[in-house]
């Protein structure tokens, strides 16, 4: 079947794109029943059954607007695959663990996770838009962490008291997941602390209901000292319709630098012409091409891996088809490592 983007896939394809007052009431309206997602995608309803079990450890939730990018009918959908539990989910490996990157003995109290060198990263909420199927954080301690106002003045304090740190990462969950008073809150306290340069949001909520970019998040970001930059995830072209394309072209205007990352996912992205046209179209939206993750070895997400010599040959292809700056670093993360590895 040719590579469609959301533009050019028939209108009768895809449900209507929802219209609601704003980003919040989207997120109240997410999909959490197997059951009706496959209903309203017009899929046979053996999926919704093993979407029910594959959903027992870690449930289903998807946003109206990146369904209606889906297109209706088609199991193998690169969209769907990556938001509805399958049967693969139940397949138990021993290579893959509920800590795969070794978070557990690196974050502190108050959600901090101190595993780089002049940066630290803070886990802001347990929210998100979407529980992405091979997310490395689906077993995550959000509890033990904390992210409530007392955990937060924790974190806030060690990132005060140590001087050697210059940028702090915003991670979740996902962090425009909290409203825009508490994020721009929390900003400002992070503008307060002198030794901080930078401020890194890592997110995906522009792509999943791109209501999200609000005057008053522009305006937090444009309004603080620390240089804001903004990590999109995007894994496939077809996420990227005309809302997302215009709530990314609100963010770059603002100045607020974005750059993209994705996951290396089996059956999603793991061709080149799926991943050219996906850089082409985010360099086009004047988005730069950060990472291209090798999938973590999360439990329940085996079933998405690809080798990493099938990524190498895949970043080879994609140099010899792209100029330099829209190919992204082929990279791993591991427990034992202060930085990514690099792969190609």
Not at 144 to 154: I, V
Not at 256 to 281: F, K
Not at 283 to 298: G, I
Request: proline letters at 8%; aromatic letters at 6%.
């Amino acid at each position: 079947m040719p590579l469609l983007s959301p533009a050019t896939v028939p209108l009768d394809c895809r449900l209507t794109a929802p219209c609601y007052p704003d980003w919040r009431a989207a997120l109240a309206d997410a999909v959490r029943d197997p059951t009706l997602l496959c209903r309203l995608l017009k899929l046979p309803p053996s999926l919704a059954e093993t979407a029910k079990l594959g959903a027992k450890g870690f449930p289903l939730l998807v946003p109206r607007p990146y369904l209606s990018r889906i297109r209706m009918g088609d199991p193998s959908d690169p969209l769907l695959l990556q938001v509805l539990p399958t049967e693969g989910e139940l397949i138990h490996s021993s290579r893959f663990t509920t800590d795969p990157i070794g978070e557990a003995s690196s974050t502190l109290p108050g959600g901090i996770l101190w595993k780089y060198q002049a940066r630290v990263l803070m886990v802001t909420t347990a929210v998100c838009a979407v529980h992405c199927r091979f997310c490395f954080r689906r077993h995550f301690p959000f509890e033990a962490s904390g992210r409530d106002g007392l955990h937060w003045e924790m974190a806030l304090a060690k990132i005060a008291s140590e001087e050697s740190v210059s940028e702090v990462i915003l991670s979740g969950g996902d962090p425009l997941c909290l409203d825009d008073e508490v994020l721009a809150g929390l900003v400002g306290r992070l503008d307060g602390i002198p030794h901080l340069l930078r401020l890194r949001v890592h997110t995906r909520q522009p792509v999943l209901i791109p209501q999200r970019v609000t005057d008053a998040l522009l305006k937090t970001f444009r309004g603080s000292r620390l240089t804001s930059i903004l990590v999109l995830h995007v894994n496939h072209p077809a996420e990227i319709d005309r809302a997302v394309e215009e709530a990314i072209g609100r963010l770059v205007d603002a100045g607020v630098p974005v750059l993209q990352q994705a996951v290396l996912l089996r059956g999603v992205n793991d061709g080149v012409d799926v991943l050219t046209e996906l850089y082409q179209r985010l360099v086009d939206l004047r988005v730069m091409p950060y990472y291209l993750h090798q999938l973590d070895r999360v439990a329940g997400a085996a079933h998405f891996e690809v080798a990493p010599e099938e990524g190498v040959r895949l970043i080879g292809e994609l140099r010899r088809r792209l100029p330099g700056y829209a190919v992204p670093r082929y990279v791993r993360e591991t427990a034992s490592a202060p930085n990514k590895v690099p792969l190609a």
